[in-house]
């Protein structure tokens, strides 16, 4: 749509997996204060491990959940 690209209201971002993508800017600037960084979403269990250790789960129990589906280790990438 011309009238969005004149007004600004899309912005090229370099994702770390999915290379360019445009996205919506944020909608609000504000004349004080910072905004925060935009993030990209994170890949389907790319910090379940870690979130799994911080709430007290042991490495057996988070192995043995990998292993039977329950979570996935977003970290390792699937061989095809």
Not at 16 to 35: I, V
Not at 38 to 67: C, F
Request: charged share 35%; glycine share 8%; net charge positive.
């Amino acid at each position: 749509d011309p009238h969005l690209k004149d007004i600004g209201f899309f912005e090229l971002k370099d994702h770390p997996t999915e290379g360019r993508t445009r996205s919506m800017r944020l909608p609000n600037k504000w004349s004080c204060g910072t905004r925060r960084e935009w993030n990209p979403a994170p890949k389907l269990g790319q910090h379940s491990v870690e979130i799994l250790r911080e709430v007290g789960y042991a490495e057996t129990e988070i192995d043995a959940m990998i292993r039977n589906g329950t979570t996935v280790d977003g970290r390792i990438k699937k061989q095809r």
